[in-house]
């Protein structure tokens, strides 16, 4: 169990990190979009795309580190009005719906990724199924934060 506590955590803090240096290579390209439009007055289009992508991959790929963190949308107060062994069985219900929902982004996201492969993103020349596959790729990634979170919240109600 030690080993694959231990690998699905390597990859929360992968997602995490991944998704913040997205996150800052964002920052990066609207900046450059600012200078080139107001200083040189001929704006780089492709930075506005490419920096609409990175925040899209960003924000799918650190929902595992939302997860595992426990700042998703909680459902405490809730919780917290329940005896001891309801609230058990809430947090299973929760974790079960919440990996319902990661399989059905994963499911769905593959096939919108592969509806619209065809499609060429404006001004960068790639496929559009680039910026859709961050959608199944953060839902997986995402499963292992969730199951991480869960076992945590099960060990303390016990």
Known sequence: MTAIKLT???FVRLMHNLAAILLALAVILVFVQV???FLLGDAAVWTEVLARGLIIWSTFLVAGAAFRFG???PIDFVRSLLPPT???WMTRLVTLLSLAFLVVLLWYGLSMAHRVINQRVAMLDISMSVFYLAIPVG???AIPGLLL???ELEREEK
Do not use: L, S
Request: proline content about 6%; glycine content about 0%; overall charge positive.
């Open 8 to 10: 699905a955590e390597w």
């Open 35 to 37: 200078v080139t439009r």
């Open 139 to 141: 839902a997986f990634f």
């Open 86 to 88: 309801p609230q058990m």
């Open 149 to 151: 979170r869960h076992v």
């Open 71 to 73: 700042t998703m949308i």
